[in-house]
T-cell receptor, first 116, second 115 residues
Framework: LAKTTQPISMDSYEGQEVNITCSHNNIATNDYITWYQQFPSQGPRFIIQGYKTKVTNEVASLFIPADRKSSTLSLPRVSLSDTAVYYCLVGDAPRYYGGSQGNLIFGKGTKLSVKP | GAGVSQSPSNKVTEKGKDVELRCDPISGHTALYWYRQSLGQGLEFLIYFQGNSAPDKSGLPSDRFSAERTGGSVSTLTIQRTQQEDSAVYLC?????????????FGEGSRLTVL
């Protein structure tokens, strides 16, 4: 299983763009990269998922270089409500693509603090 | 239901007692996960169910922990002879198990306190 490494914490100010990088040097061919957000006293919530290059949705962008050994979650113009812990997750491709989606390992996450 | 439902939301028990935590996944989701989160820590994988396949129990910390999933739906996590170090939030998640995203949908968790 691919192990992930993220910064423990990051600070930012409202309106800034925040980039959180995750390292996953031993990512496997079938592995997807997924990011989750967790607020205190809540379960994690899916943000974005990708396999390679760039993925963008209404919340964030995910940049994955060609070697896929790292990925960067980009949050545009953060607000105070974006203060949360962000987890990078690397796991098997969903069953649709023939993967097993076996146990999915969360790292310790990155605690993002957004200040006014 | 609309989302993953867990009960109880809070459980206080005495050391040595057994506890059962329940998870009701989103209807139609074939995959179900249990995680444990200690205060200020990340998520620790416990067990994974996928359809009728044998569960992946590789994350269970000891033989005091067990889980079952009846009829491919509701799951119960049982902790026998609880210890103080078992105090944590136990999170359940489900996913479709098929389709492109494999997105996990988490419940609000069951907070266990062992005195």
């Amino acid at each position: 299983l691919a192990k992930t490494t993220q910064p423990i914490s990051m600070d930012s100010y409202e309106g800034q763009e925040v980039n959180i990088t995750c390292s996953h040097n031993n990512i496997a061919t079938n592995d997807y990269i997924t990011w989750y957000q967790q607020f205190p006293s809540q379960g994690p919530r899916f943000i974005i998922q990708g396999y390679k290059t760039k993925v963008t949705n209404e919340v964030a962008s995910l940049f994955i270089p060609a070697d896929r050994k790292s990925s960067t979650l980009s949050l545009p113009r953060v607000s105070l409500s974006d203060t949360a812990v962000y987890y990078c997750l690397v796991g098997d491709a969903p069953r649709y693509y023939g993967g097993s989606q076996g146990n999915l390992i969360f790292g310790k996450g990155t605690k993002l603090s957004v200040k006014p | 239901g609309a989302g993953v439902s867990q009960s109880p939301s809070n459980k206080v028990t005495e050391k040595g007692k057994d506890v059962e935590l329940r998870c009701d996944p989103i209807s139609g989701h074939t995959a179900l996960y249990w995680y444990r989160q200690s205060l200020g820590q990340g998520l620790e994988f416990l067990i994974y169910f996928q359809g009728n396949s044998a569960p992946d129990k590789s994350g269970l910390p000891s033989d005091r922990f067990s889980a079952e999933r009846t009829g491919g739906s509701v799951s119960t996590l049982t902790i026998q002879r609880t210890q103080q170090e078992d105090s944590a939030v136990y999170l359940c998640a489900s996913s479709r198990g098929t389709g492109a995203s494999g997105e996990l949908f988490f419940g609000e968790g069951s907070r266990l306190t062992v005195l």
